[in-house]
């Protein structure tokens, strides 16, 4: 198989002397979704993080493209063509939401501008209703189109999705991974996504990742995860819609 | 009476009352009750409890009466006096779209007001100087976010840069161009203040909110404390004086073959007055002109979304040490630009005219006016300063009229007198929602 897109090696992440991410080897090949699930604290959201360098891992590599970026700056790496929309979404509450997908194209230079504004459109047809209104007045679940539409008007290659269905209703995170699923189908976007909501996510996952107090303790498909009785036991029973 | 879950009108009523009075006399007695007088053996205490028991009836009755007549539930209430966010945002923006042009026609007219009293000028001097600086530290508190308590630091920069290029180096090494000293000056300051701007931010980048504030307050006092004590350079104390005019383009304003000669006007010791006024004017102009510029394009529109939320911009790309020192330089820049006008304007400067208080004067008119604002910021500065110096006479209330003022924006206008931050791309519609809808505390 040709190298992955995104690979993260060994990597183990501290927090001043705590550790929290105790060495993480994970995948992500071009043109999959993959999900990683776990509980609270788990170290989910630190991955996420250290893969763009804040803060940077003390051990191990990340490799984008075969590109080593464990060291690099945030902001250089967010011109690498990979894109993030954070946890908590921080969205600019004070600027519109054409402003805040202005935003999202800075590092292009605004050359595509009108046509992904119009893509992103098609895709959130609520964010064109409140295009002229302020960040801050959009509902949650308005919020969270927002910040993915933020992120993929920088035309990334790979999506990192840090909990998009936090605080959202049943039917808004449907709405959401359905559109994550789409992209993902009609333009090959690479999805890399951590989800507390393992059902939907495995669901929509090709492969997953199951990690607990920072080491990767499963993966396989989104199926055999789904499957396992281990899985269903921690994260899904009474989880389940 | 009317509600039965209620005490008997009488009872609760004159419980207040009575604690209201005690309290009144707790605090007028001493005050008012004992007064010290002089004596032929010494200080006395003379009693006089006339006005104590006034005042303290005065309380009683009138909580009563208060307690009667408006604060019982369904009648009036003292806290709808303070309109609402919603009211006083559409009055704000309303007055806002009358305000502007009318500011704009009175600011270039004024001095053309025939027989006009060459305070008025002067005052419209101080008041532009203050538009100015908050318009430039606008750009770092309102957009960029950085809230910076030392922005008198590069207004200093600038006046003793010109100051100092003036009095010392065009003599010395370009004496022809002695004429043209202030113009040659004035963009070397801008330049020499940009350049502490990024000084500045070097070692602040990492920090935020209060950090920040304590790193640029003690940055404002260093600029002051060395002017101070370095001597050789900058004469201490003592201060640099004898700075040039402002010219006319090379005319001077004097008596004899200077700006009036040239125009075929009669001398008058107002032209020269006139002229720093619409220079300061220009200047204050091209700050506002350059905010608004700045801000459709992706530097302002950068600043605005690190004022927002620092790690978001981040993870889209954006360098936030470019975004803070441009924000730090462009901020400092415009306030080199106003200390370059200012040492001319007095032809002498000393590290007085630069402390804290000046940075204070200025933040508090960005804050006052809302953060972000032009036109509130113009407003606050025209209101504060302006209306400091014409109440002259008032000094001993001015502090306190001052605070009342402060304290009664605080609570109408939370984010200042014009909160609503304008969009910088309009699509079809101009569709503002008041700042006062939006989540507090990240602003």
């Known amino acids: 198989m040709s190298e992955p897109l995104l690979a993260v090696r060994g990597v183990k992440t501290y927090y001043g002397n705590i550790i929290a991410l105790k060495g993480v080897d994970l995948d992500v090949n071009e043109g999959e979704i993959v999900a990683l699930i776990g509980a609270n604290g788990a170290g989910k959201s630190t991955l996420m993080m250290t893969v763009f360098g804040k803060p940077q891992a003390r051990e191990g590599q990340i490799l984008y493209r075969g590109q080593d970026i464990t060291r690099m700056e945030t902001h250089e790496i967010a011109r690498l063509q990979i894109a993030q929309s954070p946890e908590g979404r921080r969205i600019f509450p004070r600027m519109t939401v054409y402003e805040n997908l202005q935003m999202g194209a800075a590092v292009t230079g605004g050359q595509h501008f009108a046509s992904d504004l119009e893509r992103m459109f098609t895709l959130f047809p609520r964010l064109k209703e409140r295009m002229g209104q302020r960040g801050g007045t959009l509902s949650g679940g308005e919020q969270q189109m927002l910040a993915i539409a933020r992120a993929l008007m920088s035309r990334p290659r790979l999506l990192l999705l840090d909990e998009p269905s936090l605080g959202l209703a049943p039917l808004i995170v449907k709405q959401i991974f359905g559109a994550i699923g789409e992209l993902n189908k009609d333009e090959g976007l690479t999805v890399f996504l951590v989800e507390q909501n393992a059902y939907h996510a495995l669901k929509l996952a090709h492969r997953g990742y199951v990690m607990v107090n920072g080491v990767i303790t499963m993966s396989g498909t989104g199926r055999e995860l789904l499957a396992k009785e281990e899985i269903r036991a921690a994260y899904l029973e009474g989880g389940r819609q | ?443």
Do not use: H
């Open chain 2, 1 to 443: 009476m009317s509600s039965p879950a209620r005490q008997p009108f009488g009872l609760a009523a004159l419980k207040d009352a009575a604690i209201a009075a005690l309290i009144t006399l707790g605090l007028f007695a001493p005050v008012m009750g004992l007064r010290t007088a002089q004596d032929n053996s010494g200080l006395t205490i003379v009693e006089n409890w006339w006005p104590v028991l006034v005042a303290v009836a005065v309380v009683f009755f009138g909580r009563l009466i208060l307690n009667a007549f408006f604060w019982s539930d369904n009648g009036f209430k003292v806290t709808d006096l303070i309109p609402r966010g919603e009211a006083t945002a559409k009055v704000g923006e309303t007055l806002a779209k009358l305000l502007a042009p009318v500011l704009i026609i009175v600011a270039i007219g004024l001095p053309l007001i025939p027989g006009l009293d060459r305070y008025y000028i002067d005052l419209g001097i101080l008041v532009l100087t203050y538009v100015m600086l908050g318009w430039g530290l606008n750009i770092v508190v309102g957009l960029a976010g950085l809230l910076d308590l030392g922005y008198v630091a590069f207004y200093a920069v600038g006046a003793y840069s010109f100051a100092l290029i003036a009095t010392v180096v065009i003599p010395n090494y370009a004496p022809g161009l002695e004429l043209w000293a202030f113009w040659i000056c004035l963009p070397l300051a801008g330049l020499l203040a940009a350049f502490w701007g990024i000084i500045l931010g070097f070692p602040v980048l990492r920090l935020r909110g209060d950090y920040l504030a304590i790193v640029t307050l003690a940055f404002g006092e260093i600029i002051r404390i060395v002017l101070l004590n370095w001597y050789e350079f900058t004469g201490g104390p003592n201060g640099i004086n004898r700075i040039p005019d402002a010219t006319f383009f090379g005319l001077e304003f004097k008596r004899n073959n200077g700006f009036a000669d040239f125009f075929g006007l009669d001398y008058s010791s107002t032209q020269k007055f006139i002229f720093l006024y619409y220079l300061i004017l220009v200047l204050a102009f091209l700050t506002n002109f350059a905010t608004i510029r700045l801000r459709r394009l992706p530097i302002g529109r950068a600043w605005e979304a690190m004022r927002e939320d620092e790690i978001a911009c981040r993870s889209l790309g954006l360098s936030i040490v470019k975004t803070k020192l441009t924000a730090f330089a462009l901020g400092a820049m415009f306030g080199g630009f106003a200390g370059s006008f200012f040492a001319t304007k007095q032809g002498f400067i000393s590290p007085e005219s630069f402390s804290f208080i000046e940075s204070a004067n200025i933040l508090a008119i960005v804050v006052l006016g809302g953060m972000g604002s032009q036109l509130g910021i113009a407003i606050a500065a025209l209101v504060m300063v302006g209306g400091f110096e014409y109440f002259r006479e008032f000094e001993q209330y001015r502090m306190l009229v001052f605070g009342l003022a402060m304290v009664l924006i605080m609570i109408w206008r939370p984010r200042g007198l014009i909160s609503s931050r304008t969009a910088t791309v309009f699509l079809k519609e101009k569709k503002t929602v008041s700042a006062d809808m939006v989540a507090e505390g990240r602003g």
